[in-house]
C-alpha cells in the first residue's frame, strides 16, 4: 500500500478502543504478539490495552510521519482465519473499524484487507439507511448472510451495493456447496438441474422422490436462473448510475435473497 497519511489521535483512539474492547477485544497476549509481528515497539505493556496499543499506534506514527504501520497491523488482526469459529465477531469488528476509518478514505474489506475508498463526507446518513434496512429485514426474519451486508460503507451513496454484494454471496455459496466454478444460469443448472436421463442432479433441496418433490426442485433452479438474470447480470454490468436502487427495492431483493439462501442451506448431494 502506498504513503498512509498520519492518523488524527481521536481516529487512532477510536481504532483502538475497537481492537481491544473489553468483551470481544484482542487479548494482551494477542497484542504482544501482533506488536511484535508487525514490529511496532510496544512503549507501555502494562497499560490498559485500549491505551496501550494507541501509545504504540501513535508513537511510531509520530516518529514516522505516517499511519502504514496500523494499516499492517490492522490486516495482521483481521485475517479472516483467525475468525473461523466465530465469524459474527469479524462482522462487528470489521464494520466499526469501518465507520471511523471511511473518514481516512480505508475500509476493511471481506478478506480483511484495508484498501483505499472515497472519504466519508456524510456518514450519518449512511449509517441511518443501515440501520433502517438492518431493522426492516430482521423484523421479516431473513437469513443472517443477508444482515451481513446491511453494513454502512456499502450504503453510503445508495443501496445499489448492499443489493449487488448480497447476490454475489448466493453465487459464492452455490460453488462451495458444489465445487462448480462457473456463475449464474450456467452454475445454478449445473448444481440443481435435473439431468434428462434420470440421474440425480449435483444439489437437491429435498428427496426428490415424488413429483411434487422434483417440480420444487426444477422450479427453485428456475428462481436461480431469474434471480441472476433479472438482479445479479444487470447490477454486475451496469454502472450503478443506470440502475436506481430504491429502499423498498432492496427489501424486496434481499427477502428473496433470504428465502434462497435458506433454500441454500438444506441443499445436499443426493
Not at 13 to 31: M, Q, R, V
Not at 32 to 54: N, V
Not at 175 to 203: I, V, W
Not at 222 to 240: E, Q
Request: proline share 5%; with cysteine.
Amino acid at each position: 500500500m502506498q504513503r498512509v497519511p498520519i492518523f488524527d489521535a481521536e481516529h487512532l483512539i477510536s481504532i483502538a478502543k475497537i481492537l481491544a474492547e473489553t468483551a470481544e477485544g484482542l487479548t494482551g497476549a494477542e497484542i504482544e504478539h501482533l506488536l511484535r509481528q508487525c514490529k511496532i515497539p510496544d512503549p507501555t505493556p502494562s497499560m490498559t490495552k485500549w491505551k496501550r496499543l494507541y501509545n504504540a499506534f501513535v508513537e511510531l506514527q509520530n516518529q514516522r510521519q505516517f499511519g502504514n504501520h496500523v494499516v499492517v497491523f490492522v490486516n495482521r488482526t483481521m485475517n479472516p482465519v483467525q475468525y473461523t469459529s466465530d465469524p459474527q465477531v469479524f462482522a462487528r469488528r470489521r464494520d466499526q473499524l469501518n465507520t471511523v476509518l471511511s473518514f481516512s478514505g480505508l475500509y476493511v474489506g471481506d478478506d480483511g484487507k484495508v484498501r483505499w475508498s472515497q472519504k466519508a463526507t456524510n456518514l450519518d446518513e449512511a449509517l441511518e439507511k443501515a440501520g433502517r434496512l438492518h431493522a426492516s429485514l430482521t423484523n421479516r426474519g431473513v437469513h443472517a448472510d443477508v444482515l451481513h451486508y446491511c453494513r454502512a460503507e456499502l450504503l453510503r451513496e445508495n443501496y445499489f451495493h448492499a443489493v449487488f454484494e448480497a447476490t454475489k454471496s448466493i453465487a459464492a455459496k452455490i460453488r462451495t456447496l458444489s465445487g462448480l466454478t462457473s456463475d449464474g444460469a450456467e452454475l445454478a443448472q449445473g448444481a440443481f438441474g435435473l439431468p434428462k436421463d434420470g440421474s440425480p442432479p449435483l444439489l437437491a433441496i429435498n428427496d426428490l422422490k415424488t413429483d411434487t418433490d422434483r417440480g420444487e426442485q426444477r422450479g427453485f433452479t428456475n428462481l436461480l436462473i431469474g434471480f441472476f438474470g433479472t438482479v445479479r447480470n444487470p447490477l454486475a454490468h451496469n454502472p450503478k448510475i443506470e440502475w436506481p436502487m430504491e429502499e423498498g427495492d432492496a427489501l424486496d431483493i434481499l427477502t428473496m435473497a433470504s428465502l434462497i439462501h435458506r433454500k441454500l442451506d438444506r441443499a445436499r448431494r443426493p
